[in-house]
């Protein structure tokens, strides 16, 4: 691993565990075993640390989530479920902290800081793909739908984070069928 990656991996579970406020330079340094110059060849500051973070996760994220939905056969609307039981998985995880973007916002609420807009932008992405779900479907009210799905994505990432549950997860698929039912029969009905 790249003494750069190396701070990445390091900075992200340390911003994710304790917050982006919370963690020092210092820390981050002494926990990667990195040379502060190290750390100032590859980013100019915290803030641009946790930009490369943000990207990095984000990259990540989106090429995950990309082989859960395409792992197995299944309908574009099959997938658009499929995304709940992402969701399960992953709120049931041990590592399961909440989502680090839903933090950046939290402690960056300036809407016009770059890393608040970093966050906004990776949500943005997932709701396309959400978006793009629904469209394939081809499902009725599609931009209700899909801002209903992605609203309850988020619910759920807060209220599982909260409770320490994955029950909120279990519920929300249960009510994500259901809104695609109820969008199949308004689709039927036109």
């Known amino acids: ?25 210092d820390r981050i340094l002494a926990e990667a075993d990195v040379a ?7 980013f100019r500051s915290k803030e641009e640390l946790i930009l490369a973070v943000l990207k990095n996760r984000s990259d990540l ?7 859960f939905l395409q792992a197995k056969k299944r ?9 709940f039981d992402w969701l399960i998985g992953w709120v049931s995880s041990k590592e ?13 609420q300036d809407l016009r800081d770059p890393i608040h807009q970093a966050a ?36 759920t990432i807060v209220r599982a984070h909260a409770t320490g549950s994955p029950a909120p997860a279990v519920h929300a698929k249960d009510a994500a069928y259901a809104m695609i039912r109820s969008a199949r029969g308004s689709k039927a009905g036109k």
């Open 120 to 155: 906004l932008a990776h949500k943005a992405t997932f709701y396309g793909e959400i978006r793009r779900l629904v469209a394939e479907a081809g499902l009725g009210n599609p931009k209700s739908l899909s801002d209903q799905l992605a609203l309850l994505v988020e619910g």
């Open 61 to 67: 994220f989106q090429e995950s989530f990309s082989r």
């Open 75 to 83: 309908t574009p609307e099959q997938r658009l479920v499929a995304v």
């Open 96 to 108: 399961f902290r909440g989502c680090s973007f839903q933090k950046a916002m939290a402690e960056y």
């Open 36 to 42: 502060k110059m190290t750390l100032y060849k590859h």
């Open 1 to 25: 691993m790249s003494k750069r990656d190396q701070l990445l991996d390091t900075a992200w579970r340390l911003f994710y565990r304790d917050g982006y406020h919370a963690t020092g330079i």
